[in-house]
């Protein structure tokens, strides 16, 4: 009896094993439903639409004026020398966006997000910038010109040089004076409606 059992040895062993193969089959494939879904990578391809991802892409030169792009995703893409005049980038996400000598005249970017973007030499005159994040963003020899500030961050940025000419300012009534360069030099405020007339000073006695 001895002999048959060390001839023919008992399959718990080997069942196990299959139990064992299985358990792991199983924990693999628990993990690979766990494991987080890579996010998807911006299409740089794609049309220019309201909401489209553009993040990192290189978009230098590119002719985009009166494009809508309202709620785009253009965070550490490139705009370089880009035309985008009067074009629609309200709430746009443009975290370190490269706008450098990008023509932006008469663009509205009301409630964009250009924290630490670089608008070195853009051309931003007549634009709309009603409450966007300019925090940390490099405005330098930018062309603001008659552009709308209001409601607008401007903590940390660099206006060094940048013009501000009839630009209205962050308190949405200043208008900065034909010198302000850099900084906003606000226009004295006009008289009240049906306040007293300005005194003419009278001329002096013997003259």
Same mark, same amino acid.
Request: glycine share 10%; hydrophobic share 45%; with cysteine.
């Given at each position: 009896?001895?002999?048959?059992?060390?001839?023919?040895? +008992?399959?718990?062993?080997?069942?196990?094993?299959?139990?064992?193969?299985?358990?792991?089959?199983?924990?693999?494939?628990?993990?690979a439903l766990l494991a987080p879904v890579p996010a998807a990578r911006a299409a740089c391809t794609d049309m220019a639409a309201p909401g489209v991802e553009w993040r990192r892409c290189r978009m230098d030169g590119a002719?985009?004026?009166?494009?809508?792009?309202?709620?785009?995703?253009?965070?550490?893409?490139?705009?370089?020398?880009?035309?985008?005049?009067?074009?629609?980038?309200?709430?746009?996400?443009?975290?370190?966006?490269?706008?450098?000598?990008?023509?932006?005249?008469?663009?509205?970017?009301?409630?964009?997000?250009?924290?630490?973007?670089?608008?070195?030499?853009?051309?931003?005159?007549?634009a709309s910038l009603r409450g966007t994040n300019l925090r940390r963003a490099r405005l330098f020899r930018a062309d603001l010109?008659?552009?709308?500030?209001?409601?607008?961050?401007?903590?940390?940025?660099?206006?060094?040089?940048?013009?501000?000419?009839?630009?209205?300012?962050?308190?949405?009534?200043?208008?900065?004076?034909?010198?302000?360069?850099?900084?906003?030099?606000?226009?004295?405020?006009?008289?009240?409606?049906?306040? +007293?007339?300005?005194?003419?000073?009278? +001329?002096?006695?013997?003259?």
């Amino acid at each position: 009896m001895l002999e048959t059992m060390r001839r023919n040895p +008992p399959a718990a062993p080997a069942a196990a094993g299959g139990l064992l193969r299985l358990a792991l089959a199983a924990a693999t494939a628990c993990t690979a439903l766990l494991a987080p879904v890579p996010a998807a990578r911006a299409a740089c391809t794609d049309m220019a639409a309201p909401g489209v991802e553009w993040r990192r892409c290189r978009m230098d030169g590119a002719a985009l004026d009166g494009v809508d792009l309202t709620g785009a995703r253009l965070a550490d893409a490139s705009f370089q020398r880009a035309s985008l005049t009067n074009a629609k980038l309200v709430e746009v996400d443009g975290r370190r966006v490269r706008l450098i000598s990008t023509d932006l005249r008469g663009a509205v970017l009301d409630r964009a997000d250009l924290t630490s973007a670089d608008l070195t030499s853009a051309n931003l005159a007549g634009a709309s910038l009603r409450g966007t994040n300019l925090r940390r963003a490099r405005l330098f020899r930018a062309d603001l010109k008659g552009a709308d500030l209001t409601g607008a961050n401007l903590d940390g940025a660099d206006l060094l040089h940048a013009e501000l000419a009839g630009a209205r300012w962050i308190d949405g009534v200043s208008i900065c004076a034909e010198d302000s360069v850099g900084r906003c030099h606000p226009l004295p405020a006009p008289p009240a409606a049906g306040g +007293p007339a300005a005194a003419v000073p009278s +001329p002096t006695v013997g003259q």
